[in-house]
């Protein structure tokens, strides 16, 4: 090669040089710019990653992350524990003259949407603290996105027994009889441990499936970025994101919706028959620890406002004759009077102060508002003291 062409090559070395410094520098000011000035930046998106793989529950928290979250109804801040939990830092040792509550739960109960001082797990540390000022009560707040009642279980077995609970509280939500089941979340959810029927009370666990191994690479990485770049994870979840969710198209009601009609398939019996039977175990567990036990039936959106209902059932242009919103608690109720559980069912004290103006969903996100979170705590508060489930022999 002669001396031109050497010097041609040299030119644009340098010239790639430069332009990668210089992308390389706009990209960090952009970072540093970020971290400064979240959550006023405008937009809609979320500041990190607070969730990974989990080799037997899915996914889990990533101990000591943070992010912000910012929508057009709210904007809050998460931080995880040491534990991987959306709550204060506890240690697994109870402390002496405490006594604790385990509150079990998918987003409903971790809450992200509302600070973590708003959420009803630490509403109800407060109010059960006040009412019994002798002794201190700490509420250990276990909820994560996504969860269904299978995690839960496999949660509360290996990590939440270890906080050696007084009362563990398991929140119920509708979705859950969806996502206990494999043959109705396939294609939902991400990759999730299920439990089979094996006879006529038992459960086989069905881990984990196999992945490649470049997948796991690829994710990992992936996870590390959006997990340690603002810049990266508010350009994931405030743009692309938001594309891929306008060009995407999901299928028109959601499958959880099929709760409430009155044609009930046999996938849908086998899903509640199993969403049973985990409860139970969860029930068994806490009691082999030396704790009470207490189901809450969560109030979703579509069962609190008429007009929700209404408005699905006009888009879809299905018939009011064929749904029955009060199905599923009607079957909750049946379970836990057959299997002595003890069940909170909110709803009734949500209707009625829905129709009297409180909004306790946010209409979009569907998550409970602040009030949401405050009317549940006082519910639980008032429930426990009632049937005493803290009882001073606990």
Do not use: C
């Amino acid at each position: 090669m002669d001396r031109h062409g050497r010097g041609t090559r040299v030119r644009i070395r340098k010239v790639a040089i430069i332009i990668l410094v210089q992308v390389v520098l706009v990209v960090a000011v952009l970072e540093l710019g970020l971290r400064l000035t979240v959550p006023h930046v405008p937009g809609n998106y979320r500041t990190g990653l607070l969730y990974n793989r989990h080799p037997t529950l899915g996914w889990h928290h990533i101990p000591g992350s943070q992010a912000w979250l910012k929508t057009p109804e709210f904007t809050a801040h998460s931080r995880i524990n040491s534990h991987g939990l959306r709550d204060i830092e506890r240690p697994f040792v109870k402390p002496p003259n405490v006594q604790r509550v385990l509150v079990l739960g998918d987003s409903m109960a971790e809450a992200t949407q509302v600070p973590l001082e708003e959420t009803f797990p630490r509403l109800l540390e407060q109010r059960l603290t006040d009412r019994t000022p002798a002794r201190r009560i700490d509420v250990i707040n276990a909820g994560v996105v996504g969860y269904s009642t299978d995690q839960e279980l496999l949660y509360v077995r290996e990590h939440g027994v270890r906080y050696e609970p007084n009362l563990v509280v398991l929140t119920f939500f509708a979705n859950d009889v969806v996502g206990n089941s494999r043959r109705l979340s396939a294609g939902l959810l991400p990759s999730k441990p299920f439990f089979e029927l094996d006879g006529a009370e038992g459960l086989r666990l069905v881990g984990l499936t196999p992945r490649p191994v470049w997948v796991d690479s690829a994710e990992t990485l992936t996870r590390i970025v959006l997990g340690r770049s603002v810049l990266a994870s508010v350009v994931k979840t405030g743009v692309v994101d938001h594309v891929m969710g306008r060009v995407g198209s999901g299928p028109p009601v959601g499958p959880e919706v099929y709760l409430y009609a009155r044609a009930i398939r046999p996938d849908w019996d086998e899903a509640w028959r199993i969403t049973e039977l985990l409860i139970e175990q969860v029930r068994q567990t806490a009691e082999a620890a030396g704790a009470a036990f207490m189901v809450v039936n969560a109030p979703v959106p579509y069962v609190v406002y008429p007009e929700i209902w209404d408005r699905l059932l006009a888009v879809h242009g299905l018939r009011l004759a064929d749904w029955d919103l009060e199905l599923p608690g009607r079957r909750l109720r049946e379970i836990s009077g057959r299997r002595g559980w003890h069940l909170l069912d909110p709803l009734p004290e949500f209707r009625r102060a829905a129709a009297g103006g409180a909004r306790l969903h946010f209409a979009a996100d569907g998550h409970w508002t602040a009030a949401g979170h405050q009317l549940v705590a006082e519910l639980i508060a008032r429930e426990i003291e009632e049937r005493g489930l803290l009882s001073p022999r606990r």
